[in-house]
């Protein structure tokens, strides 16, 4: 049974960086693609970066350059290195999986098949 458990989630200052960890179990992790999404408070939840089997990552044009997804693939855990911190990332940050062989658009949250149960985010100014 595929299993995702997000930590690393705060409180910082604008400009400050965080880094975002998802421990996964129960799947063979070579097999899924991997991604992070968020959803900020009245909001539809944002596709962030995804990481397909092929390591090619994908981002949001909104955390391009200031964000960066990676996996430590021998102990089954995906990061997400935020940097540049302002009040707009605030959100909850859920990382997703997905069997697909090709992943599922970051525009598409619904069709990604696991999530974890979320991290809050909060930058303050």
């Known amino acids: 049974q595929v299993h995702l458990v997000e930590s690393g989630g705060g409180s910082v200052q604008t400009g400050r960086s965080l880094r975002l960890s998802c421990a996964a179990s129960g799947f063979t992790w070579s097999n899924y693609c991997m991604g992070w999404f968020r959803q900020a408070p009245g909001k539809e939840r944002e596709g962030v970066a995804s990481?397909?089997?092929?390591?090619?990552?994908h981002y949001a044009e909104a955390v391009k350059g200031r964000f960066t997804i990676s996996g430590y693939y021998a102990e089954h855990t995906l990061f997400l290195e935020m940097s540049s911190l302002t009040p707009e990332d605030t959100a909850i940050y859920y990382c997703?999986?997905?069997?697909?062989?090709?992943?599922?658009?970051?525009?598409?949250?619904?069709?990604?098949?696991?999530w974890g149960q979320g991290t809050q985010v909060t930058v303050s100014s």
């Open positions: 990481l397909p089997r092929d390591g090619n990552a």
């Open positions: 997703a999986a997905d069997r697909a062989y090709w992943c599922p658009s970051l525009k598409s949250w619904a069709e990604w098949g696991y």
